[in-house]
């Protein structure tokens, strides 16, 4: 026999509660988010691929045990990492408050009291033969406990439990998100470093060339075989060359500061040796197929547990509409004399059903149920958009890979050739046969090229960050299960009463 059919109040209240409803409209229509991908990406063949592996793999691809030592200081020490995993916390917090609803609320109900009643109170004229009023003094104990349960026939307290352990597994995808985007931001700025100890080795060398052609310029100036205008006209080229130093002192030392900080240390304590790009390998990436890549983004998964956690509080605010059912009882003993306590006469209960259906509430409860199914349509607009973004931040990773590439290729080439043309213009100059606005020109090309050639490695090196972190990382649909199936563990086991 059920509750309903054994407790007639509770009847009673079922009755109202769909006597109330006729006039509401509980009928949704979830909005569609089905965004089928497409076989396979405009920029590569379609094959699948293995994951890519976690963020220290990833960084042992590129053969530096120093870029390795930094990317695990970043996994162990980064703040933003600390704050995302804090952030989980919080939500399975947030997931137990929610979730508390579903157990009976059981308190011990104690108390102890002595209570003096005077005369004057209860007598206008005093008694007795001195003329004095009479007081009372009385005492009161009590030991028991208090329990309350709503009864969840409509799935409201159910919903609103799944609703934040979805949203605690959705903080764990956003710790992921977080991680990629500090490996990456961590791999970039290394790379940076590296880059502008390049630059500056090409400006130094630069200047040193410039330096030399001066000299020799100076020379046949005061030997009469050159002019004033030669002179200053190197000199410029001279100036030009070591005013390029300054500013790429400043992004070494700025970026090496930027990386400190992404290792959760103060720049005074961080070191970073650096090298070259050149000394470095690109790491091989394949993309797989447009499946597979969503399945690897953590940002994707998390999207796509706030959409399927506000179901479920769109189900609540809906279910708000049915009658609240709790069920009360104490229990206890009771007495004016503490001797008298643990007497079977001194047992006291009470068991009670209470209902409550809202009749009219301003049409509050209409409101959040129309509140939360514009949630729903909002979440799933971004979840749609989430897997087109992540579509097209494939596609761009391997249109800069691909480009990057030749950039760099066409580049060499081109700073090659000019340094053949400024070795041909030295020797012309030295043999008198070259004027000195040819050499400039030739000197300034190879400058640009050596130069633009530095900054078209490091684009290259860091196109290969940006499909890792287009790719989802070292995310997988493995990682996404194993922490699902931990976190609703754990949530699961921990079921006493007190922590």
């Not at 109202?16 to 409803?21: E, F």
């Not at 059981?106 to 007598?123: E, L, Y």
């Not at 009882?329 to 259906?357: C, D, K, M, T």
């Not at 030739?442 to 684009?459: G, I, K, P, V, Y």
């Amino acid at each position: 026999m059920s509750v309903l059919q054994c407790n007639p109040l509770l009847r009673l209240a079922a009755a109202i509660g769909a006597a109330a409803l006729c006039g509401c409209n509980l009928d949704w229509e979830k909005p569609d988010v089905s965004t089928p991908p497409p076989e396979r990406f405009r920029e590569a063949r379609p094959r699948s691929a293995p994951g890519i592996g976690g963020a220290r793999e990833f960084a042992r691809k590129f053969g530096s045990r120093e870029l390795s030592n930094i990317v695990d200081g970043a996994l162990a020490d980064n703040l933003d990492l600390a704050a995302a995993a804090a952030r989980i916390q919080e939500a399975d917090a947030q997931a137990r408050v929610s979730s508390a609803a579903q157990l009976p609320l059981v308190s011990i109900a104690d108390s102890v009291s002595r209570t003096q009643t005077p005369g004057t109170k209860t007598s206008a004229t005093p008694t007795g033969s001195l003329g004095q009023y009479t007081t009372t003094r009385s005492n009161f104990a009590q030991l028991g406990l208090n329990a309350s349960y709503e009864i969840d026939f409509w799935g409201k307290n159910e919903d609103a439990a799944k609703a934040a352990q979805i949203l605690a597994n959705a903080s764990r995808f956003d710790r992921s998100v977080v991680e990629i985007s500090t490996v990456a931001s961590v791999l970039n700025a290394y790379f940076q470093v590296l880059s502008a100890q390049d630059r500056l080795k090409i400006a130094h060398e630069n200047v040193k060339i410039a330096d030399t052609v001066f000299q020799a310029i100076k020379a046949r100036v005061e030997v009469g075989v050159a002019t004033a205008l030669d002179y200053s006209q190197q000199e410029s080229v001279l100036a030009v060359q070591r005013a390029t130093i300054p500013p790429l002192e400043q992004s070494l030392r700025q970026t090496r500061n930027t990386l400190a900080v992404l290792l959760g240390h103060t720049p005074e304590s961080v070191t970073i040796k650096g090298g070259s790009l050149t000394r470095l390998h690109y790491p091989v990436v394949p993309p797989g197929l447009p499946s597979e890549a969503l399945l690897r983004r953590p940002d994707v998964a998390e999207a796509e547990a706030r959409l399927a956690s506000q179901e479920f509080s769109v189900l609540q605010a809906r279910a708000a509409f049915f009658p609240s059912i709790t069920l009360t009882g104490q229990y206890g003993v009771q007495s004016v004399a503490f001797h008298n306590l643990l007497r079977p006469e001194a047992i006291a209960w009470q068991i009670a059903a209470n209902a409550a259906q809202p009749l009219f509430d301003g049409y509050n409860l209409q409101g959040q149920y129309e509140l939360q199914k514009g949630k729903y349509a909002e979440l799933a607009a971004l979840y749609r958009k989430q897997i087109i973004t992540a579509l097209s931040d494939v596609e761009n990773a391997l249109i800069a890979v691909r480009e990057t590439a030749r950039q760099v290729k066409l580049q060499g080439e081109a700073a090659a050739a000019a340094r053949r043309a400024y070795v041909v213009a030295e020797a012309r100059l030295r043999e008198g046969t070259i004027d000195i606005v040819t050499l400039a020109t030739t000197e300034t090309t190879l400058f640009q090229t050596q130069d633009q050639l530095a900054q078209s490695r490091l684009a290259y090196y860091q196109s290969a960050t940006t499909l890792y972190q287009a790719l989802g990382g070292g995310f997988s649909p493995t990682t996404r299960e194993t922490q699902i199936a931990a976190a609703d563990a754990a949530f699961d086991a921990d079921k006493g009463p007190w922590p």
